[in-house]
Nanobody, 120 residues
Framework: QVQLVESGGGLVQPGGSLKLSCAAS????????MDWYRQAPGKQRELVAT???????NYEDSVKGRFTISRDNAKNTVYLQMNSLKPEDTAVYYCKAHIRTKLHTLGDYWGQGTQVTVSS
């Protein structure tokens, strides 16, 4: 069994910063891509950033230059550093990881989500 647990969300003023963390635990053999998604009220969930196990990264256009995704493979953890936050960044943020378990099954696993609210 695999679990992903996010932390680090909260309320921040426009222009502020937050750092999200997502730790994977359980019967993990290896982790490939790790992603951050977000879903704002009334909108579809969208991909924000991706990092491969070779540390290649990709970002959604609206967050380029403001958000940075990183990972610590020893801790099975992915991070999202969010700077220069805007009200339109307000959403529930979810992490997703493509994981091979110790039973060698492959699958995508999701965290429970963490709320980020950008407001003055």
């Amino acid at each position: 069994q695999v679990q992903l647990v996010e932390s680090g969300g909260g309320l921040v003023q426009p222009g502020g910063s937050l750092k999200l963390s997502c730790a994977a635990s359980g019967s993990i053999f290896s982790i490939a891509d790790m992603d951050w998604y977000r879903q704002a009220p009334g909108k579809q969930r969208e991909l924000v950033a991706t990092i491969t196990n070779g540390d290649h990264t990709n970002y959604e256009d609206s967050v380029k230059g403001r958000f940075t995704i990183s990972r610590d493979n020893a801790k099975n953890t992915v991070y999202l550093q969010m700077n220069s936050l805007k009200p339109e960044d307000t959403a529930v943020y979810y992490c997703k990881a493509h994981i091979r378990t110790k039973l060698h099954t492959l699958g995508d696993y999701w965290g429970q989500g963490t709320q980020v609210t950008v407001s003055s």
